[in-house]
């Protein structure tokens, strides 16, 4: 049996939903390097400086920026992608099946397979399928009641690499 919905995103919601996932991925790539590096650096450094307190203030100076940086990239650019795309404060019904998934937005409609989508997150907000580009589609918890909220679930976790509450 399909499950049919309808919702549209305020700000707010996109900027909490797109921040989470940016930091997700953040904290999953190239910050763990990045900061690994870093560390080296320092220690690397330390030991030429004989660990010399500027060292360390330069450090933690450093660690802070490369720390600010990622949050800010977290929380800022949402709202600057949710200000310039129009299509992200848009009406959409979406309707999930076993053969796919239908989107109809008032930029055109679109029948999705699943072999589209990598995988689905399930965060306390509603659902991620990812199709391996940076914006994935999200469904809010919000448009779905208790039984198509455990309908939709379930076909998630039949079609794709499924992970429950991040």
């Known amino acids: 049996m399909p499950i049919k919905i309808e919702y549209q995103l305020t700000k707010k919601e996109y900027v909490a939903i797109a921040g989470r996932f940016i930091l997700r991925n953040s904290l999953r790539g190239r910050v763990p390097v990045a900061l690994a590096v870093y560390v080296i650096y320092i220690l690397v450094a330390g030991v030429f400086f004989n660990f010399s307190p500027l060292l360390w203030i330069m450090g933690v100076v450093g660690l802070g920026v490369l720390l600010s940086i990622v949050l800010a990239y977290s929380f800022i650019y949402p709202r600057y992608i949710y200000k310039r795309d129009p299509k992200l404060a848009a009406k959409y019904s979406v309707e999930f ?8 937005g008032p930029y055109g409609d679109s029948n999705l397979n699943w072999s589209y989508y990598k995988k689905a997150l399930e965060m306390s907000l509603g659902y991620f399928l990812e199709a391996g580009t940076n914006r994935p589609q999200f469904v809010p918890k919000k448009a779905l009641d208790r039984a198509q909220e455990a309908a939709l679930r379930n ?8 992970k429950g509450n991040l």
């Open 97 to 104: 099946s076993d053969n796919g998934v239908l989107v109809n």
């Open 155 to 162: 076909l998630l976790k039949a079609k794709l690499n499924f």
